[in-house]
Antibody, heavy 119, light 109 residues
Framework: EVQLVESGGGLVKPGGSLRLSCAASGLTFSNVWMSWVRQAPGKGLEWVGRITSKTDGGTTYYAAPVKGRFTISRDDSKNTLYLQMDSLKTEDAALYYC??????????WGQGTLVTVSS | QSALTQPRSVSGSPGQSVTLSCTGTSSDVGGYNYVSWYQQHPGKAPKLMIYDVSKRPSGVPDRFSGSKSGNTASLTISGLQAEDEADYYCCSYAGSLYVFGTGTKVTVL
């Protein structure tokens, strides 16, 4: 059974930084493309970005609202995905989901970790 | 990249059919056969219901079906059941990135 467990969320001031982690199990993590999706309270889903597998180059791509501020990385030896968030804005406050990404679809979702940005 | 357009709400009685639309552009929905649909119950993570426009993952009832015409994708729920009451989001590949729809709340009357 695939399990994705996010952690690292919390309260941060505008302009601050936070690093989210996602521990994956039940899959061959190194072969899997991964992404982050967020959902502001009471709002819809928003795709944040993705990282390919190392064999596919380990390349990243980001949605326009976070490009230049967020960085996705992975440590295949730890089966862990990361999201480094810098220069945080109030509009970045959301529940952040870690997901797998397979041929154009999001197969599996974690339960999310909540990020609050407030002074 | 703008969010795909979905109706805010759709409702139907048990046993009826409802169809949800998802309108994008030729750069997303119309340009690729990578449209997927997700069901989200309150307080829960989304669940994949349809992928590649019309394919159902294992375990998803065949009451759920998907289609696409031009820049608009559709999700049809036949034989509506109480447990189908949820938010539904479409999502499309848009060339290296993905874009979600605005979401539709399905209410079972």
């Amino acid at each position: 059974e695939v399990q994705l467990v996010e952690s690292g969320g919390g309260l941060v001031k505008p302009g601050g930084s936070l690093r989210l982690s996602c521990a994956a199990s039940g899959l061959t993590f190194s072969n899997v493309w991964m992404s982050w999706v967020r959902q502001a309270p009471g709002k819809g889903l928003e795709w944040v970005g993705r990282i390919t597998s190392k064999t596919d180059g380990g390349t990243t791509y980001y949605a326009a609202p976070v490009k230049g501020r967020f960085t996705i990385s992975r440590d295949d030896s730890k089966n862990t995905l990361y999201l480094q968030m810098d220069s945080l804005k109030t509009e970045d406050a959301a529940l952040y989901y870690c997901t797998t990404l397979t041929s154009g679809r999001i197969d599996f979702w974690g339960q999310g970790t909540l990020v609050t940005v407030s002074s | 990249q703008s969010a795909l357009t979905q109706p805010r709400s759709v409702s139907g009685s048990p046993g009826q059919s409802v169809t949800l639309s998802c309108t994008g552009t030729s750069s997303d929905v119309g340009g690729y056969n990578y449209v997927s649909w997700y069901q989200q119950h309150p307080g829960k993570a989304p669940k994949l219901m349809i992928y590649d426009v019309s394919k159902r993952p294992s375990g998803v009832p065949d009451r759920f079906s998907g289609s696409k015409s031009g820049n608009t994708a559709s999700l049809t729920i036949s034989g509506l059941q109480a447990e189908d009451e949820a938010d539904y989001y479409c999502c499309s590949y848009a060339g290296s990135l993905y874009v979600f729809g605005t979401g539709t709340k399905v209410t079972v009357l």
